[in-house]
């Protein structure tokens, strides 16, 4: 009863929609519930916003990051609901931490990490779309990323050449290529220009082969064949390897991810290139949508666990939650984050979609790492990407390999200090590990001494090649969750996908409030007032 008196009571106790987890997901779900005029309650049991989503300081990433204890699993039945317990699950594995200096966690509290690193934001992708319409932009800061550079058949990294100016500076370029590139981006910008003549459009056929084939087609050397499909389309796997292949670009998606790139050069005024990132880590945006909510009237509560699903006694239909304190709370929806699952219910169609023992997917995985240095990656730039194609690190590569450094200048970490985040798709936690420490291996240098937590001065020393020398790093293999929907009035969100953007991430939330209140819009169009707390079209950096 001490435990359960320590928790404050919720009033009212009946909701449209109660969601539990402060991922993106659920955050974006609340706030359009929120503008729709639902009645909302937002719960999550950690004392942060953002959950799977979160941005942490650095000695309290690598405990969230390991299995949970819960309570033992017992299906209690009352006089008018059944009780079905709410465990975990856990989402990460093969977690390994590499400490070789104490400075980075006696400043831990100056450090913002990115659980779901690296994740970047395009000028005009659908996100940035979002946030311009629910105003959230107020809430938050942007920086540019200042370079991409991509790894080169010797080990170099080199610039991308993403527009007209980065061609023509581009010294790891010959000049055909250079004429190639130019050619192709302008086709690009012809097929997608107003013109209707044949001879300025890509043809239905071509638009619908491989995207690799029509490149391969118009003449374009290996370099810029990787340069075009794994720096500015972003395609995962490779697509050299049409048979083995698990996800092939087509023409038409190419040339789409093309626009949407380039587009997104130049959107913002007080921004360079194409690319930005949140200052204080991509936390901030679940917060931003939380603090949206809250403005229309959902209710916050951190730090309360939810114990219990309650379904009707005689149908097994879901009616509401109990909390730790054994307060019940009622709602005809509700969302649940990836990471809840309800093992069972006593109506085989009351289940939860996507629980555990039904559909959920696991077979996909993304392994992560995080890397603290001294130093860039690049003495020229602060904030940069780097991909590593595949075959560009060892022969049996199959994905591609995405490397995102940050510096203080976001306030990711303290001054003097660089994070690194890398991610690649992996088959398992072995192949994952092999694509990582590869990637790791060729852009920073290690201690003399490789023991872990090893804290000597003297081992910190740079090497000769002059890469970064590495402070602290952990790496770490996350199950992807592609469920995208729910029915019987539960619905559960999926888990920070293996991409750099936000798209597939927010297509699937859309999809979720669809189903759920398929008569509202999804944020709709406002008119901004004084009193209301409103957008703007512009970015703040």
């Known amino acids: 009863?001490?435990?359960?008196?320590?928790?404050?009571?919720?009033?009212?106790?009946?909701?449209?929609?109660?969601?539990?987890?402060?991922?993106?997901?659920?955050?974006?779900?609340?706030?359009?519930?929120?503008?729709?005029?639902?009645?909302?309650?937002?719960?999550?049991?950690?004392?942060?916003?953002?959950?799977?989503?979160?941005?942490?300081?650095?000695?309290?990433?690598?405990?969230?990051?390991?299995?949970?204890?819960?309570?033992?699993?017992?299906?209690?039945?009352?006089?008018?609901?059944v009780s079905t317990p709410v465990l975990t699950r856990p989402l990460y594995s093969a977690v390994e931490t590499n400490s070789y200096s104490s400075e980075p966690t006696e400043n831990s509290r100056r450090f913002n990490l990115?659980?779901?690193?690296?994740?970047?934001?395009?000028?005009?992708?659908?996100?940035?779309?979002?946030?311009?319409?629910?105003?959230?932009?107020?809430?938050?800061?942007?920086?540019?990323?200042?370079?991409?550079?991509?790894?080169?058949?010797?080990?170099?990294?080199?610039?991308?050449p993403d527009s007209r100016s980065a061609i023509f500076k581009n010294r790891g370029l010959s000049l055909t290529e250079k004429n190639q590139l130019m050619k192709f981006f302008k086709l690009v910008q012809r097929h997608l220009g107003d013109e209707e003549t044949e001879d300025d459009k890509i043809s239905d056929q071509d638009l619908e082969s491989p995207f690799v084939e029509?490149?391969?087609?118009?003449?374009?050397?290996?370099?810029?064949?990787?340069?075009?499909?794994?720096?500015?389309?972003?395609?995962?796997?490779?697509?050299?390897?049409?048979?083995?292949c698990k996800d092939v670009i087509s023409t038409k998606?190419?040339?789409?991810?093309?626009?949407?790139?380039?587009?997104?050069?130049?959107?913002?005024?007080?921004?360079?290139?194409?690319?930005?990132?949140p200052i204080y880590g991509q936390g901030e945006l679940p917060q931003a949508f939380c603090r949206r909510a809250a403005v229309k009237g959902c209710i916050y509560v951190l730090r309360m666990p939810v114990v219990?699903?309650?379904?009707?006694?005689?149908?097994?239909?879901?009616?509401?939650?109990?909390?730790?304190?054994?307060?019940?709370?009622?709602?005809?929806?509700?969302?649940?984050?990836?990471?809840?699952?309800?093992?069972?219910?006593p109506n085989p169609d009351a289940q939860v979609a996507n629980s555990d023992d039904v559909s959920l997917s696991d077979t996909k995985k993304v392994a992560r790492g995080i890397c603290i240095t001294k130093h860039s990656l690049n003495p020229q730039v602060a904030n940069c990407l780097v991909f590593f194609p595949?075959?560009?690190?060892?022969?049996?590569?199959?994905?591609?390999?995405?490397?995102?450094?940050?510096?203080s200048n976001v306030a990711v970490c303290p001054s003097g200090m660089f994070v690194t985040y890398l991610s690649a798709m992996c088959d398992d936690d072995v192949q994952g590990k092999k694509l990582l420490n590869a990637a790791i291996n060729a852009l920073f240098s290690l201690p003399i001494s490789g023991?872990?937590?090893n804290s000597g001065a003297s081992n910190l020393s740079e090497h000769a090649e002059e890469k970064p020398c590495l402070l602290w790093s952990t790496l770490y293999i996350q199950k992807l969750t592609t469920f995208q929907g729910g029915f019987d009035s539960i619905s559960k969100t999926p888990m920070p996908d293996e991409h750099l953007h936000y798209t597939d991430l927010l297509d699937a939330t859309e999809k979720i409030f669809k189903e759920i209140y398929p008569n509202e819009e999804f944020f709709p169009t406002v008119s901004v007032s004084n009193d209301d707390e409103g957008g703007g079209s512009e970015l703040d950096s």
């Open 214 to 244: 029509f490149l391969t087609k118009i003449g374009l050397s290996q370099k810029l064949k990787s340069i075009i499909l794994y720096t500015i389309v972003l395609a995962d796997y490779d697509q050299k390897n049409l048979e083995a």
């Open 451 to 453: 023991n872990s937590e």
């Open 1 to 81: 009863m001490e435990e359960a008196e320590s928790y404050p009571p919720i009033d009212p106790s009946n909701f449209d929609l109660i969601v539990i987890g402060t991922g993106l997901p659920e955050s974006i779900i609340a706030s359009a519930a929120s503008a729709a005029g639902k009645t909302v309650l937002h719960l999550d049991s950690n004392p942060f916003y953002g959950s799977h989503s979160a941005s942490l300081p650095l000695n309290d990433f690598i405990p969230f990051l390991q299995p949970q204890s819960q309570p033992q699993s017992r299906t209690l039945t009352s006089n008018d609901y």
């Open 253 to 277: 998606s190419g040339i789409s991810r093309l626009a949407l790139y380039h587009s997104s050069i130049g959107r913002f005024p007080n921004a360079n290139g194409a690319i930005i990132y």
């Open 390 to 407: 595949p075959r560009s690190l060892y022969l049996e590569q199959s994905t591609s390999v995405r490397v995102l450094q940050l510096s």
């Open 114 to 160: 990115d659980l779901a690193g690296p994740r970047v934001l395009l000028c005009s992708d659908s996100m940035i779309d979002l946030i311009l319409k629910t105003g959230i932009n107020q809430y938050m800061e942007f920086k540019s990323v200042d370079a991409s550079f991509i790894s080169s058949a010797d080990g170099k990294l080199e610039n991308v």
């Open 308 to 345: 219990a699903i309650l379904n009707d006694k005689d149908s097994g239909s879901y009616k509401g939650i109990k909390l730790v304190s054994g307060q019940e709370l009622f709602s005809p929806k509700l969302i649940i984050a990836p990471s809840f699952t309800i093992p069972s219910t």
